[in-house]
């Protein structure tokens, strides 16, 4: 926990995580989410042979593209917190630290706009 | 009884691992569970493109489905897509393990102990059937 006096004025840390339940309830939130959906599509197609229809067909309805949305978005917050917590843990200059951060956000909002044209063309 | 004593006696010292010590250094198993939880963890954020790719090709149209059974029948391909796959279970399942932690489920030294075995066991023996079937065994 930083200390008070870091929270205010110039130095203030601008790079850690928030110290509230918020960062970690999303991690274990989004990590149940990712879980159901990957026994839900490893259900559906475990058993035979999976041919292109089969697996299209899965994919095409309107919930389960709903709902391989709201995993895919989980995955990248997901994704967002733990990788933020790597650089938190070993990137201690400012500078590099919030240039890591700024770009594995650039990085997960692409994943994300490409994630919606997969989901949504298919 | 000798409180009074101003003999120094030698204080146990803990200090970070230095990098030539974290070859040589023994983690516990839960020790070791946590590590490769993140080190999965990291690889597949690395992987998200090249994953996302493949979801790409696979769900396109027949054609790219079928580019996708081309590409994947390469054996470099087998194993960088296992060693993904591999990280995936790990990530997954030390994960349940880490939840049912939260739960307060588990917590003490040895039921700890033996979860982390049943995380290697359990993601392991995934990896392995997943690699029959990426192999064409089963």
């Not at chain 1, 006096?5 to 790079?15: D, E, F």
């Not at chain 1, 850690?16 to 989410?33: E, K, P």
């Not at chain 1, 997901?78 to 500078?95: A, C, E, K, L, Q």
């Not at chain 2, 010292?13 to 030539?20: A, D, E, H, P, V």
């Amino acid at each position: 926990m930083a200390h008070p006096a870091a929270g205010i004025g110039a130095r203030r840390l601008v790079v850690g995580a928030h110290y509230g339940l918020g960062g970690f309830i999303a991690q274990r939130v989004t990590s149940v989410v990712l879980t159901l959906w990957v026994l839900l599509v490893g259900a559906s197609v475990l058993f035979g042979p999976l041919t292109y229809e089969k697996w299209a067909g899965l994919f095409a309805p309107l919930p389960m593209k709903i709902i391989t949305l709201i995993a895919l978005l989980s995955l990248l917050y997901h994704t967002w917190i733990g990788v933020r917590n790597i650089w938190m843990d070993y990137v201690s200059p400012v500078w590099a630290r919030l240039s890591l951060q700024v770009l594995t956000v650039l990085y997960l909002i692409a994943c994300a706009v490409w994630s919606v044209q997969i989901v949504w063309t298919a | 009884m000798n409180t009074f004593t101003t003999e120094k006696q030698p204080r146990p010292q803990f200090r970070n691992l230095g990098l030539s010590q974290l070859v040589t250094y023994r983690l516990p198993m839960a020790g070791l569970v946590s590590i490769m939880h993140r080190i999965s963890g990291a690889l597949l954020f690395l992987a998200l493109p090249f994953l996302l790719w493949l979801f790409d090709l696979s769900l396109t149209s027949e054609l790219s489905f079928e580019r996708l059974r081309g590409v994947a029948s390469g054996a470099f391909f087998k194993l960088a897509l296992l060693l993904l796959i591999w990280s995936f279970f790990h990530h997954l399942v030390a994960g349940i393990r880490y939840l049912l932690l939260d739960l307060h489920i588990g917590i003490d030294l040895k039921s700890s102990r033996n979860s982390s075995i049943a995380v290697y066991a359990v993601s392991l023996l995934l990896t392995f059937i997943a690699a029959l079937k990426l192999f064409g065994a089963i």
